[in-house]
């Protein structure tokens, strides 16, 4: 994570599932792609533009059918929207940097695939590469790092500040995404506004999201913007940045995750990383009540390639905290023929860590002109048999994990 922000409450300068209940899914649909607004009959206004054409700003409720569509630019589901996406769909996205789908605060999002069929958004080319189209971003009403006691800092989205994020609402629901793809993602407008595979702003822990397959994003695969939606069953493949990215106050668990940069990949970034988090934006609000403080839980990185701008094949560091950040990190495995500079790094210009922070960590990468552990850390934990994520449960991405 690379960028500036706007928040609303400073105006200042720009930057599973555990136990817990989604909200409940109402639709009129019959599970099958027939229900109220297929092919763009729903109420309200209708993001479906002839046969197969999603583009525009969905007010009511719609259910596309099974099949295949292209994105055509910017889809927002407005506050009081609901799209709701069958298993089996596919949607295309046409370059660029403002071809993405957005859920506004308010709005709802049910994408639930299945191991057999499930919901793929990718790239509308034969000949697809990371940062091809924008990808997809969910804004709720949850908690975000800020000045205020009652929690009800908001924020803008990056790419499109027309839109806030942020609240005091933490159970709140923004949909459900199950069985989800998000291919070639992660577009960007200028070094410092760019798109990640699956960015959630705000998202409360209403939200169900889980088995998540996000391959070959430009910037980084998840990134967290506060909030406290739990995620579990999250592949992450090829990301050009940071696998998993944690800012702004987010307070959740990421369950049972897996990250993968392959042989002979290379990325274009000077500092991948496995985990990088953040305790505010960017590091410019270190007062900020409600600094990030997450669960990491069965974790696995590996990295056989991951060249850096020097060729090097090392990523950054495998686990960044700093600005404040406190990270709980359970059960992590960490392997592969690449190296890395830092194993864990705790330290940062803009604030170090929390040393509060507890690691267990297994690493059998090389550690190379750099440290086992850079700043302070009271608990690290060095075991020599975790066994990090559940590979057998990624099977329906079709991506062969036991090779690695």
Not at 170 to 184: A, F, H, P, R
Not at 274 to 283: P, R
């Amino acid at each position: 994570m690379k960028r500036l922000f706007v928040n609303l409450m400073t105006f200042a300068a720009m930057a599973t599932a555990l136990t817990f209940t989604a909200c409940s899914s109402d639709s009129d649909g019959d599970g099958n792609g027939n229900g109220n607004g297929g092919n763009g009959e729903g109420t309200g206004s209708s993001i479906v533009v002839g046969e197969n054409i999603l583009s525009g700003t969905l007010t009511g409720e719609q259910t596309l059918d099974a099949k295949e569509y292209i994105l055509n630019g910017t889809v927002i589901i407005a506050d009081g929207g609901r799209l709701n996406i069958p298993a089996g769909t596919t949607i295309k996205a046409r370059e660029g940097f403002s071809s993405y789908l957005l859920v506004a605060q308010g709005g709802k999002l049910y994408a639930d695939g299945t191991a057999d069929k499930p919901i793929v958004f990718t790239a509308n080319t034969t000949s697809p590469v990371s940062g091809y189209w924008g990808g997809v971003i969910i804004n709720g009403k949850a908690p975000i790092s800020g000045s205020k006691a009652d929690k009800s800092d908001t924020a803008l989205t990056e790419i499109n500040n027309d839109y806030k994020y942020g609240g005091n609402v933490d159970n709140d629901c923004s949909g459900s995404l199950t069985y989800v793809k998000i291919c070639y993602a992660g577009a960007r407008s200028t070094a410092d506004i760019e798109h990640n595979g699956l960015t959630l702003n705000g998202v409360g822990n209403g939200t169900k999201i889980e088995n998540i397959y996000v391959l070959e994003s430009a910037d980084d695969a998840i990134e967290f913007f506060g909030g406290t939606v739990n995620v579990t069953n999250l592949l992450a493949v090829n990301p050009d940045d940071d696998m998993f990215d944690f800012t702004q106050g987010y307070c959740g668990t990421l369950k049972n995750c897996y990250g993968v940069w392959e042989r002979d990949y290379t990325s274009t970034e000077a500092d991948p990383r496995g985990i990088e988090a953040d305790g505010n934006m960017d590091g410019l609000y270190p007062d900020h009540l409600r600094q990030s403080d997450f669960i990491v839980e069965n974790m696995t990185i590996v990295n056989n390639a991951a060249n850096t701008t020097d060729n090097v094949d090392r990523m950054q560091d495998v686990i960044k905290v700093r600005r404040g950040a406190k990270a709980t990190i359970k059960n992590a495995l960490v392997k592969g023929t690449g190296g890395t500079i830092d194993l864990i790094d705790m330290k940062d210009s803009k604030g170090a860590g929390d040393a509060n922070s507890s690691i267990n960590i297994t690493n059998t990468l090389s550690i190379t002109g750099g440290n086992k552990l850079n700043g302070d850390l009271n608990t690290l934990v060095e075991s020599e048999n975790n066994t990090g994520a559940d590979a057998s449960l990624f099977g329906w991405t079709g991506s062969n994990l036991s090779s690695f």
